[in-house]
């Protein structure tokens, strides 16, 4: 039967959209970890890296950036250099990279791979391309003179990526003997979106076995309601004892790691600063939402400013694409979910003629697994059910030149997620093998 289901958050506003969502499940298959740096010797970075492609049981890739860098500057007019003398740059920085990771462990046999561009984009485009489960970088530079132009790079690949990341601080404080990330103790800025879930997830994949992590939920003075105060603050309470319930479930693997749940007043970034410092933390994990292009290109005030700041590695991710999808309970999703295969003709009829030409990203998962990227900035031109062969099939690529790209028997369910605005967000299908995750971008 098609069903249609607003979302209902608790009041924290919490991502945990029904109980079904976030189950336990076992550990799961992790994409590559990508290591991005300079090409300079960076003997904290390669051992972060490994540390995260052993904790993630994933393998370890490179890349690195040449950023083309202006000859002069006249008036508001740059002479970039040369093509060839880029390129030059760029060999030279390869050539560099491969030894200094040579010299650090002559048996590390990590694929390296080198592009022009700017960092931020290079190092997304990258990740997102091969379905990275981490980045690893440098907590970069943080002068006044970088903020003024911009190049924070840690932070701008935070404000552009879709894949979690991990900023390695170098300080022997939160490095063990061997000089390897020491991860034992981690605050999490917990309020409950699909992000903070993510990243909590991904934490505790990173912390040693016996390691503590602290869940801090912060109340800001605009969670306060004084109208109906005593009310509301029942409700407020009643639903963040849910979410914590929910969130031990989807943790309740970890039974090495001890987990503590804190709520207090104030503003996040400054709390969790503070609760870092005040329990020798070493990682701060936040998540970064990225819902719109002005919130694509700055990321959250909290992440932003815990990245510029702490003194200890920081964890930052954003919210995962099927999390995306089931639980934009921030933004009051609309669910329409059928298991009745007399429908689903109708359904995806409907969807065609709502999404036809709209550019989208075709994921396709695998249960358990890692979700494998088959196309990525195409165009959305039909979906269709045969009921005599049971078949789906979905048509993608520019007018005139669309082909079918997916076909499947088997299917079980299907979901169109759309926004308030009656806007479609998303399409997920799962069959026999996994599910195909359309989103719209």
């Known amino acids: 039967m098609l069903t249609s289901a607003a979302q209902n ?5 919490s991502a945990f959209a029904s109980a079904s969502t976030f189950k336990p499940l076992p550990r799961t298959q992790h994409g590559p970890v990508v290591l991005a740096f300079d090409g300079q010797p960076h003997e904290y970075l390669f051992n972060a890296a490994e540390y995260a492609g052993a904790r993630l049981a994933s393998d370890v890739r490179v890349v690195c950036a040449t950023e083309p860098v202006p000859l002069e500057v006249t008036g508001f007019a740059e002479v970039p250099v040369s093509i060839d003398l880029t390129s030059e740059r760029a060999e030279l920085q390869r050539a560099s990279a491969k030894v200094a990771i040579r010299e650090w462990n002559v048996d590390a046999d990590w694929p390296l791979r080198t592009e022009i561009g700017s960092v931020a984009n ?14 690893v970088l440098g907590q970069g530079r943080h002068n006044l003179v970088d903020r003024a132009f911009g190049i924070e790079r840690t932070v701008r690949v935070a404000s552009t990526t879709r894949v979690p990341l991990l900023a390695v601080h170098r300080d022997e404080s939160v490095m063990d003997a061997g000089g390897f990330p020491r991860i034992r103790t981690a605050v999490v800025g917990m309020d409950y979106s699909p992000a903070s879930i993510r990243s909590a ?7 040693v076995p016996g390691g503590k992590m602290t869940f801090v939920h912060v109340r800001t003075l605009e969670n306060l309601n004084w109208n109906g105060w005593l009310t509301w603050e029942t409700a407020y309470d009643a639903g963040l004892a849910d979410d914590e319930r929910r969130l031990r479930e989807l943790l309740s693997q970890f039974t090495s790691i001890q987990l503590e749940f804190v709520t207090v007043h104030g503003y996040p970034a400054a709390t969790l600063l503070e609760f870092a410092d005040r329990l020798d933390a070493d990682l701060i994990v936040v998540g970064t939402e990225q819902r719109t292009l002005v919130n694509r290109m700055m990321i959250g005030s ?3 400013r815990v990245l510029r700041d702490a003194e200890c590695h920081v964890l930052a991710a954003p919210a995962p694409r099927v999390a995306v999808l089931a639980e934009l309970s921030q933004d009051r999703a609309r669910v329409l979910e059928t298991s009745n295969a007399d429908e689903w003709a109708q359904v995806l009829n409907q969807f065609t003629q709502r999404n036809r030409g ?3 990203r075709v994921d396709a998962q695998r249960l358990l697994g890692t979700p494998q990227t088959q196309q990525r900035h195409t165009v959305f031109n039909g979906a269709v059910f045969e009921p005599v062969t049971q078949r789906m099939q979905f048509m993608f690529g520019e007018s005139g030149a669309w082909h079918l790209t997916h076909s499947h028997a088997g299917t079980t369910r299907v979901v169109v997620i759309s926004d308030a605005a009656q806007c479609d967000l998303a399409l997920v ?3 026999g093998d996994g599910e195909l995750i359309l989103v719209f971008e």
């Open 201 to 207: 997830r991904l934490a505790a994949e990173l912390v």
């Open 429 to 431: 299908v799962t069959h």
């Open 9 to 13: 958050p608790s009041p924290t506003g």
């Open 122 to 135: 290079v190092v997304t485009d990258y990740a997102e391309n091969i379905d990275a489960s981490l980045i």
């Open 358 to 360: 709209r550019s989208v």
């Open 302 to 304: 909290v992440a932003r």
